[in-house]
């Protein structure tokens, strides 16, 4: 199927792994092409999520609240369910770093606080661990030491990474196109129904069908 894609969208590809090594995540996913994606602000689809407003840094920060950080790396309907229960995690954040010191909840323990010197990031989170040894999905984003996440080796692509880019494929079939590009990884990846994916573009405020109807208008206005 890579033979398909055009010079920008392998780009996009290529530019994915390198987001989720930046990000020290372990596995590739749709996040990662989309911010590999908007590095294309001028191609199609990338130019009409950049017309609604969204930027390579609004969806660094959209991403990094969803799978890397924020509110504990718990997705908005997460931290809804909490808030019904009387517990506001950006309150508890507030209120720990006020106390501890920024980073301090992206910390495993007090060990590592201890031990940490001034000026460093702070650890992995215990959640971002736990994600990342939870068995079974196959969607880890949080490293555990080493490998590619460290800049070593390649980084595989998460499932729903993968099944963006069939979709792309099949956006490029769809609309009877010879070649898969930027155009088609974006709409691709608005047709993703995992729970990340749409916590991502929650974040965003984009509606994933809206973007997709404009990212269609664009092209035929294009054509």
């Given at each position: 199927?890579?033979?398909?894609?055009?010079?920008?969208?392998?780009?996009?590809?290529?530019?994915?792994?390198?987001?989720?090594?930046?990000?020290?995540?372990?596995?590739?996913?749709?996040?990662?092409?989309?911010?590999?994606?908007?590095?294309?602000?001028?191609?199609?689809?990338?130019?009409?999520?950049?017309?609604?407003?969204?930027?390579?840094?609004?969806?660094?920060?959209?991403?990094?609240?969803?799978?890397?950080?924020?509110?504990?790396?718990?997705?908005?309907?997460?931290?809804?369910?909490?808030?019904?229960?009387?517990?506001?995690?950006?309150?508890?954040?507030?209120?720990?770093?006020?106390?501890?010191?920024?980073?301090?909840?992206?910390?495993?323990?007090?060990e590592a606080a201890r031990d940490r010197e001034p000026g460093k990031p702070w650890p992995l989170s215990a959640l971002e661990r736990l994600r990342g040894e939870g068995g079974g999905s196959g969607d880890r984003t949080a490293p555990r030491g080493g490998g590619a996440a460290s800049g070593k080796g390649h980084i595989p692509f998460a499932p729903r990474a993968k099944k963006?880019?069939?979709?792309?494929?099949?956006?490029?079939?769809?609309?009877?196109?010879?070649?898969?590009?930027?155009?088609?990884?974006?709409?691709?990846?608005?047709?993703?129904?995992?729970?990340?994916?749409?916590?991502?573009?929650?974040?965003?405020?984009?509606?994933?069908?809206?973007?997709?109807?404009?990212?269609?208008?664009?092209?035929?206005?294009?054509?």
């Amino acid at each position: 199927m890579f033979e398909r894609f055009s010079g920008e969208a392998r780009d996009v590809v290529v530019g994915a792994q390198e987001e989720a090594r930046a990000l020290r995540h372990e596995r590739i996913g749709t996040e990662h092409l989309l911010l590999a994606a908007l590095r294309h602000p001028d191609e199609p689809g990338a130019a009409t999520l950049v017309r609604l407003g969204v930027t390579r840094e609004s969806c660094r920060t959209a991403v990094s609240r969803v799978a890397g950080g924020g509110a504990d790396g718990l997705g908005p309907e997460d931290a809804a369910a909490l808030r019904a229960f009387g517990i506001d995690l950006d309150e508890i954040r507030r209120r720990t770093e006020a106390t501890f010191g920024p980073g301090a909840l992206d910390g495993p323990g007090p060990e590592a606080a201890r031990d940490r010197e001034p000026g460093k990031p702070w650890p992995l989170s215990a959640l971002e661990r736990l994600r990342g040894e939870g068995g079974g999905s196959g969607d880890r984003t949080a490293p555990r030491g080493g490998g590619a996440a460290s800049g070593k080796g390649h980084i595989p692509f998460a499932p729903r990474a993968k099944k963006a880019l069939e979709l792309s494929l099949r956006e490029a079939v769809a609309l009877r196109d010879r070649r898969i590009g930027v155009e088609h990884v974006v709409l691709g990846l608005l047709r993703s129904d995992d729970r990340l994916t749409r916590a991502v573009f929650a974040h965003l405020d984009v509606d994933p069908g809206r973007a997709r109807a404009e990212v269609l208008a664009d092209r035929r206005e294009a054509a």
